[in-house]
């Protein structure tokens, strides 16, 4: 049975710094590209980054381009995001999720159906 977990999220002020993580299990983390994504009540789902384990190919949005990093760790089946100068409007619940064939899908890779979600962890930034 495939599932992710995510955690580290939590309240930081502006500025600092949260890093998450997605643990993945039931899946091999090599054939899988995982992407993280994050909403908020009313709001439409954005895509953040994602990550091609296979080949390390990687990407993130503009809106956090230069603050936010992907990365991943196959020994750990685990994928991390590193968020530094958050800003208020990072406020979200963060979600990672999984598809497979971890190949570079580009931009366009937010538009996939998924194969897997987790259940997000919350990020507030208060100034």
């Known amino acids: 049975q495939v599932q992710l977990v995510e955690s580290g999220g939590g309240q930081v002020q502006s500025g600092g710094s949260l890093t998450l993580s997605c643990v993945a299990s039931?899946?091999?983390?090599?054939?899988?590209?995982i992407g993280w994504f994050r909403q908020a009540p009313g709001k439409e789902r954005e895509g953040v980054a994602w990550?091609?384990?296979?080949?390390?190919?990687?990407s993130s949005a503009d809106s956090v381009k230069g603050r936010f990093t992907i990365s991943s760790d196959s020994a750990k089946n685990t994928v991390y995001l590193q968020m530094n100068n958050l800003k208020r409007e990072d406020t979200d619940t963060y979600y990672c999720a999984a598809i497979k064939g971890a190949y570079n899908r580009g931009l366009c890779f937010y538009y996939y159906p998924m194969d897997a979600w987790g259940k997000g962890t919350p990020v507030t930034v208060s100034t």
């Open positions: 990550i091609g384990t296979a080949d390390g190919s990687r």
């Open positions: 039931g899946l091999p983390l090599d054939r899988y590209a």
